[in-house]
Antibody
Framework: EVQLVQSGAEVKKPGESLKISCEAS????????IGWVRQMPGKGLEWLGI????????RYGPSFEGQITISADRSTSTAYLQWSSLEASDSAIYYC???????????????WGQGTLVTVSS | DIVMTQSPLTLPVTPGEPASISCRSS???????????LEWYLQKPGQSPQLLIY???NRASGVPDRFSGSGSGTDFTLEISRVEAEDVGVYYC?????????FGPGTKVDLK
């Protein structure tokens, strides 16, 4: 069974750093992209970026380049999303999701994590 | 960035009746391979999003056949042939053509 299990809720202060995780199981971690999606309170979905653990190819959404870092550890089948200095506006639920792309063709984000709630408040 | 729009933004539905959601992109989502890189997701209340449709018209694994996707270029439609109570939630379209993936604003579907 394919599973993406995310780390637990976090409460942080502005200026602090944070790294949340997404542990994959039930499939070949290096054969699928892992994307990150943000959902601010009461709002819609926003795509942050994506990584291919097979070769660590990483892409970022234009609004998020330089604001976040996405990484992956093949040895533990875990993807990460991190911030060096949080702001209150980073408060949101963050989802990871896997995406298959073969010869350019995609079958969508077909499996999602349960979400990690990040609260940034002084 | 490719901008995605959806209509309507809210859709009251009656169980057993059909329903339809429209999605439009600011530029064509059709690649030279002929495929349209448009996906549909449903986020049920309190849950993570789930994939319904990819490449505009392909149902994801396990998705009931009452859901269908159509369209090409810049205009797409998600149709539910007979709405069931479990179909309530927010439906999002998303373009997968350009990195810098973008979602539509969402259409909230609830029961009348």
């Amino acid at each position: 069974e394919v599973q993406l299990v995310q780390s637990g809720a976090e409460v942080k202060k502005p200026g602090e750093s944070l790294k949340i995780s997404c542990e994959a199981s039930g499939y070949s971690f290096t054969s699928y992209w892992i994307g990150w999606v943000r959902q601010m309170p009461g709002k819609g979905l926003e795509w942050l970026g994506i990584i291919y653990p097979g070769d660590s190819d990483t892409r970022y959404g234009p609004s998020f380049e330089g604001q976040i870092t996405i990484s992956a550890d093949r040895s533990t089948s875990t993807a990460y999303l991190q911030w060096s200095s949080l702001e209150a506006s980073d408060s949101a639920i963050y989802y990871c999701a896997r995406r298959r792309v073969v010869v350019g063709l995609t079958s969508g984000f077909d499996s999602w994590g349960q979400g990690t709630l990040v609260t940034v408040s002084s | 960035d490719i901008v995605m729009t959806q209509s309507p933004l809210t859709l009251p539905v009656t169980p057993g009746e059909p329903a339809s959601i429209s999605c439009r992109s600011s530029q064509s989502l059709q690649q030279s391979d002929g495929y349209n890189y448009l996906e549909w997701y449903l986020q049920k209340p309190g849950q993570s999003p789930q994939l319904l449709i990819y490449l505009a018209s392909n149902r994801a694994s396990g998705v009931p056949d009452r859901f269908s996707g159509s369209g090409s270029g810049t205009d797409f439609t998600l149709e539910i042939s007979r709405v069931e109570a479990e179909d309530v939630g927010v439906y999002y379209c998303m373009q997968g053509l350009q990195t810098g993936l973008t979602f539509g604003p969402g259409t909230k579907v609830d029961l009348k």
